[in-house]
């Protein structure tokens, strides 16, 4: 039988405080995110048009 045995943390305050301000951070307003554009879609569509076919097996082995 498995048994799993929980600890609680150990910290000095200081240490627990950056670690909640690390993780209630909120995030920038402007980011490097990439967003949507329509156009990109028919652009990967063409690429995938335009990419070589996968090579067929021979028939005759």
């Known amino acids: 039988m ?3 045995k929980t600890l ?14 690390l993780m209630t951070e909120p995030e920038a307003p402007l980011s490097d ?4 554009s329509p156009e990109a879609a028919g652009a990967l569509l063409l ?6 076919k996968t090579p067929a097996e021979p028939g005759d082995r």
């Open 2 to 4: 498995l048994a799993q």
């Open 8 to 21: 609680p943390l150990v910290a000095d305050p200081a240490e627990a405080a950056a670690a909640q301000a």
């Open 33 to 36: 995110a990439p967003l949507y």
């Open 47 to 52: 690429l995938l048009l335009l990419s070589p």
